[in-house]
């Protein structure tokens, strides 16, 4: 399901530069790369591509993501932050009737409108229960990748539970099984190759490289693996290797953007979607904590941009930006800005990058979940004493303003996990350093700009300032739409399906969270694609396999 085709002329020919073609831009995405895990980090594995690119460009260095995968992926591709569009409870499991809302533009969706061809590569994670979720409906002209969260890296199966597996590599909206066998890496780096060859230079170009890697399962190349045989933890040396894959790839494409003439109006920005995993062989440290967390090693990612038409290059910028930045930022360099800024949850930083002006962002919102908390577990206390009446701070929710940040709740494992030189497996390290301060507690605060690494809670002796972040998310929750966390849906199997993931419903609405009407309130029901057989299979595997699903939010 393709973009439509029109005759009208492209936006960027009715701007100020006339007949200058808007700059082409290629956002890389890597997936669970932690803070440590590059090269001008100090990392033990080489990135000498990245390092190089980031040395002649602008590092990012206080930049933030979301935790987990769908959410960082949600705000890159709308500005607004999970509190409005309903998505700010944990993935967009493989099982579940929801995706981002059809009635959000994406930005290639406004990419598209300003003139740009639009293409994606790599893992998409936002949804996939019908074809109106696709990223081929969503403002991409062309997708090769995975649908999903996870999967194998060579052979693309992928398993939501142990009782639901399917193949999930799409070309288009067709399973491209013939690809089957390619590394991902590498399969993924020649699609933008070819992309790069093919498109006409003459046209701004918008390229989003998602790339499956470092995520589980930790799997590379035997050529890559060989460079870390000193390494003795297993699960790090297969995850260095699968982060080298991805230094070469972005060198290829760099060197293809270079030879097809793309690279002098070009911008290239690289992005981790959350922190490293340190049980899958990531690293954070210095910083605390880690993917699914919303400590800084959850949220503080690796970022760099680079462009020959930066005003001001090697640099280290500090300015606050937010993953949410970017859509704003990209349809202004397109020449074509947002209409209603103020829709917007995300700024325009260009001008903070590339000319080192005062950055217009002073504050995140990291999220508020209100399903975090389960059922019969409330705590007046909560409410009244440790939020001082303002905020109940057992619901899980984190926030930055200016140099101080406040979480509440279950915010994650706050463990500093230390360098994973040491062999054999986590339980020799996991030790190290276990936090101190979560036991009992439902509200920490930290100066962040003194305190990185978040070592010294002040929520004790700063009441003032925990009243007033407490404020400010009360204030952000007055505009927050209703959480949408429908349960899975066992007409998702792909067992009903051919063996592939792919949309299973049949018309626009999607089940409302109680299984009931949908969210919007009319009085609609989703219809499923005909098949008796099948809902009376997907019934039998539903009470035969039926499993409760844990509170955990990787």
Request: charged share 25%.
């Amino acid at each position: 399901m393709g973009l439509p085709h029109t005759a009208e002329e492209p936006a960027y020919k009715n701007t100020p530069d006339k007949g200058r073609v808007p700059p082409h831009i290629i956002f890389v995405m890597v997936d669970d790369q932690g803070y440590s895990d590059v090269g001008y980090h100090g990392s033990d594995i080489h990135t000498p591509v990245l390092d190089q690119l980031a040395a002649e460009g602008v590092k990012l260095e206080n930049y933030y993501v979301q935790p987990i995968c769908s959410p960082s992926r949600s705000q890159l591709m709308t500005g607004r932050y999970q509190i409005h569009t309903g998505l700010q409870h944990s993935i967009i499991r493989s099982r579940q009737p929801l995706c981002l809302p059809p009635d959000t533009p994406t930005l290639p969706e406004r990419l598209w409108q300003a003139g740009y061809s639009t293409h994606m590569v790599g893992k998409w994670h936002l949804g996939f229960c019908r074809p109106e979720c696709l990223p081929t409906a969503r403002g991409f002209q062309s997708f090769l990748g995975s649908l999903t969260g996870s999967g194998d890296h060579f052979n693309f199966q992928s398993c939501d539970g142990a009782e639901a597996c399917g193949f999930d590599l799409h070309d288009g909206e067709r399973p491209a099984w013939e690809l089957s066998g390619n590394y991902s890496t590498r399969l993924y780096t020649e699609r933008v190759k070819k992309i790069l060859r093919t498109h006409d230079r003459r046209k701004p170009l918008f390229l989003y490289v998602a790339l499956q890697a470092a995520h589980t399962p930790l799997q590379a190349p035997a050529h890559l693996l060989q460079r870390y045989n000193s390494l003795g933890n297993r699960l790090r040396r297969h995850y260095a290797a699968m982060l080298s894959g991805v230094d070469e790839a972005v060198g290829e494409m760099v060197e293809e953007m270079r030879d097809q003439g793309y690279y002098d109006n070009s911008v290239l920005i690289y992005s981790s979607d959350n922190g490293g995993q340190p049980l899958s062989g990531g690293c954070n440290w210095p910083l605390r904590g880690g993917k699914g967390s919303y400590w800084e090693g959850g949220v503080r990612a690796v970022g760099f941009v680079h462009s020959p038409l930066l005003e001001r290059k090697r640099e280290v910028s500090r300015a606050l930006i937010h993953v949410s930045d970017w859509y704003p930022t990209l349809l202004a360099l397109a020449g074509f800005p947002e209409a209603e800024p103020r829709r917007l949850d995300g700024y325009d930083v260009w001008g903070a990058i590339s000319k080192g002006l005062p950055c217009p962002r002073t504050e995140i919102l990291f999220n508020i979940d209100p399903v975090s908390r389960r059922p019969g577990e409330v705590d007046h206390r909560l409410l009244a004493v440790n939020g001082f009446g303002i905020w109940d701070t057992g619901v899980r929710a984190a926030i930055r303003v200016g140099e101080w940040k406040l979480l509440t709740g279950n915010v994650g494992d706050g463990d500093w996990v230390p360098p994973q030189i040491l062999p054999g497996g986590p339980q020799q390290w996991q030790g190290m350093e276990k936090r101190q301060d979560q036991r009992g507690k439902s509200v920490w605060l930290f100066n962040i700009t003194a305190d990185p690494y978040e070592r010294s809670d002040l929520a004790e002796a700063r009441p003032e300032v925990v009243k007033l972040l407490l404020s400010r998310i009360a204030e952000y929750n007055q505009t927050a739409i209703p959480a949408r966390n429908p349960p899975d849906d066992p007409m998702a199997d792909p067992q009903l399906h051919g063996g592939v993931w792919t949309p299973w419903l049949a018309e626009k609405e999607e089940e409302s969270e109680d299984g009931g009407e949908p969210a919007d309130g009319h009085n609609k029901k989703v219809r499923f694609k005909s098949c008796k057989v099948c809902k009376l299979r997907a019934l039998f595997k539903k009470v035969g396999t039926r499993l409760q699903r844990s509170a955990l939010f990787f």
